[in-house]
């Protein structure tokens, strides 16, 4: 049991991912000492916005239910070797299309309705996701600049709609209340946690299983790592491609999805707030794998919160936590800088005399 | 007639950032190294040269400054890329991010605001006597921020030295050809080194004019995914210098054109939306004439690494 944990922690190289946090949280610790800053009251009121109470705990928790599905959505695209930086549109496009399923389709138990909603979500944000991976494999255009493209035209799109055809009575712009049957339970009451967290867990429980077990799962991983290899080997790696794009999509969609019908109960257009940008940020922190994502999810979810808590509290700006997506990012996947340090610690080593020579 | 003077003026103004911008990914690309990061870089541009121009007093000194973030932005991406070899897109995204953050965060620092910084002086416009005497062209250009004069000024110099110089002759090996050049005795992370630097200086200089060149502030944010769009320009242009520079009009018109019929009773978001569509319409039917730089993007070794 000791070796399997231990097998654990060498292969998903979790260190590396702590390393990476604990280095990005004190460059931001030195950023908050020059803008005049005790870190340890920042980083206190950080804590106390995440975790402080019963309240902040299950907001926390409510906030990982959208970044568990940007980041599986980054996953499965990592996987096929796709980087896409869409997911933000998909998860627009798929929470506008949950709310108008949510709110126009009528008289069907809840047991049909909510599951057809999010159905709805998740498949337009495939559809949207498979724009980028068709332009992709027709033309070879970098995917990079046809997602971010095409999450502005989604944007603006989705912001026509609900500003007109789709907007509801009174001045705020957003769509109608959805139905009653198409919501989620919310678990702790005024707070983000709805029922959606168990989905989040069961997607990266199935997803981990079919990357694992499953023969879709070993081709489209072998179609990420390598691609022309994985095509002399007789696997069509644009079909892979196509379809990894859309469940990439597809999870992303459900995300916002799960947020309108959980937690907003209509669209409202600032509501997906750059989950879909964390995902990178996320996926990158769990090395890409399920159970990593999950785990990076919940930790990014405290951030979010732990950021509120001292834009709240002190005048540190939240977007601090930007900062620290930006460097945990550049330094987890740049295992290089440790290896590097390793290197320069060891030669100090051997280089003092009577000093680590010994073994 | 005026119609058309009045969208191509405009267009001519939104393209200078986008031209530095895309400039700014063209000569990285070509050494082999992909930018994904100059929205930050364009970002940083924007905010330091307010802080130059704020702390100084002139605007030009804000420019130095722009150029300089740029440069440092673009060696910094280079250790993380070149020498530690992160993924070179991964790279840039993580730079977006910082930038994006950090640039807030500095205006709290700075001004005490997280929105905008306070007015600064800027670059101001400048009319050269002899095109105000030519008609058509002194509608267009008559009274232009001198950036569009150092742009086409930078234009020429890329296009000089990277094909009429021995330098320019190991860059473009380099992004073809990295194992060869070094082969040959170039030095292959110096060349990268050296084309990252410049190309934040570049892209430093498109997000100055964003900021002093335009409404003289900063304001969170300012650059509103013009680096992808740059990028994206850098296909379109074939990665040559010149046609680089000039496809950055194609969105200019079309951000241009939304400027203008915005009066129109077409809803507002459709018409915003149109310079994305329309970059990637045009991506969609553009030739295949031009090959990307064959070794973009691929991590390189030397001997012993």
Same mark, same amino acid.
């Given at each position: ?39 340890? #009251?920042? +980083? ?39 980087f896409n930086i869409g997911i933000?549109g ?39 996701a498979?724009?980028a ?10 995917e990079v600049i046809l997602t971010i493209m095409l999450n ?16 509801? #009575? ?6 109608? #209340? ?182 | ?27 990285? #690309? ?43 932005? !673009? ?130 200089? !498109? ?68 310079? +994305? ?22 991590? +390189? ?5």
């Amino acid at each position: 049991m000791k070796n399997r944990i231990l097998d654990f922690f060498k292969r998903s190289q979790i260190l590396v991912s702590a390393a990476s946090l604990i280095l990005a949280l004190l460059i931001c610790g030195a950023v908050i000492i020059i803008c005049g800053y005790s870190p340890l #009251e920042a +980083y206190g009121a950080m804590l106390k916005g995440a975790f402080g109470s019963k309240y902040y705990f299950s907001q926390t928790l409510g906030t990982m239910i959208p970044l568990v599905f940007s980041g599986l959505a980054m996953l499965m695209a990592v996987k096929v070797g796709i980087f896409n930086i869409g997911i933000e549109g998909q998860m627009l496009v798929g929470s506008f299309a949950a709310a108008v399923a949510g709110r126009y389709i009528t008289g069907l138990p809840k047991i049909i309705h909510l599951p057809l909603a999010l159905l709805a979500g998740a498949v337009i944000g495939g559809l949207w996701a498979l724009i980028a991976a068709w332009l992709k494999n027709a033309l070879g255009i970098n995917e990079v600049i046809l997602t971010i493209m095409l999450n502005y035209v989604a944007q603006y799109i989705v912001s026509y709609l609900v500003s007109y055809p789709f907007h509801a #009575e009174g001045n705020v712009v957003r769509t109608e #209340e959805i139905q009653p049957t198409a919501s989620m339970t919310t678990m702790v009451a005024h707070t983000r946690l709805y029922t959606g967290i168990f989905l989040a867990v069961a997607a990266t429980a199935l997803i981990w299983l079919m990357l694992r077990y499953t023969r879709f799962g070993y081709e489209l991983r072998a179609v990420g790592s390598n691609s022309s290899a994985a095509e002399t080997a007789g696997i069509n790696a644009k079909k892979y491609i196509l379809a990894a794009m859309f469940l990439s999509g597809a999870l992303a969609g459900l995300g916002g999805a799960g947020e309108v019908l959980g937690y907003w109960g209509y669209y409202i257009p600032t509501m997906t707030q750059g989950y879909g940008f964390d995902g990178i940020a996320i996926a990158t922190m769990g090395r890409s794998q399920p159970l990593g994502t999950l785990i990076s999810a919940f930790l990014f979810g405290a951030l979010r919160n732990g950021a509120t808590g001292m834009n709240r509290s002190t005048s540190i700006p939240g977007e601090l936590i930007e900062v620290l997506e930006g460097l945990v990012i550049l330094f987890v996947s740049t295992p290089g800088i440790f290896r590097a340090a390793r290197k320069i610690i060891r030669a100090r080593n051997e280089r003092r005399p009577g000093n680590g020579i010994s073994a | 007639m005026e119609f058309l003077l009045k969208l191509l003026a405009g267009a001519i103004r939104v393209t200078i950032p986008i031209a530095y911008a895309a400039l700014a990914g063209m000569i990285a #690309e070509r050494a082999g190294v992909v930018n994904m990061g100059l929205e930050g870089m364009m970002l940083f541009g924007a905010f330091f040269s307010v802080v130059g121009s704020y702390v100084s007093g002139s605007a030009w000194v804000g420019l130095l400054f722009a150029m300089a973030a740029g440069a440092v932005t !673009g060696l910094l991406m280079a250790v993380f890329a070149i020498g530690f070899k992160c993924e070179h897109m991964i790279t840039g995204v993580a730079v977006n991010m910082f930038a994006s953050g950090m640039t807030v965060v500095l205006l709290q620092m700075i001004w005490g605001t997280r929105g905008k910084s306070s007015t600064v002086d800027g670059l101001g416009v400048v009319s050269i006597p002899v095109i105000n005497r030519i008609p058509v062209i002194k509608d267009l250009i008559g009274s232009v921020s001198p950036l569009f004069y150092l742009l086409i000024l930078c234009t020429a110099l890329l296009w000089l030295v990277l094909y009429k110089t021995p330098a320019g002759l190991r860059v473009r090996v380099v992004g073809d050809n990295p194992f060869m050049a070094g082969s040959m005795g170039v030095n292959v992370y110096k060349i990268q080194y050296i084309c990252m630097m410049v190309s934040g200086a570049l892209a430093g200089m !498109g997000g100055a004019y964003l900021s002093i060149g335009d409404i003289y502030m900063f304001s969170k944010d300012m650059v509103a995914g013009r680096g992808y769009i740059a990028l994206s320009m850098v296909i379109l242009g074939g990665w040559k210098p010149v046609p680089v520079a000039v496809c950055g009009l194609v969105y200019g018109i079309a951000q241009s054109l939304q400027f203008r019929i915005q009066s129109v009773s077409i809803p507002s978001q459709l018409v915003q939306m149109l310079p +994305y569509a329309v970059t990637i319409i045009v991506l969609f039917f553009a030739k295949k004439g031009a090959e990307a730089p064959a070794m973009e993007g691929v991590h +390189y070794y030397q001997k012993g690494e």
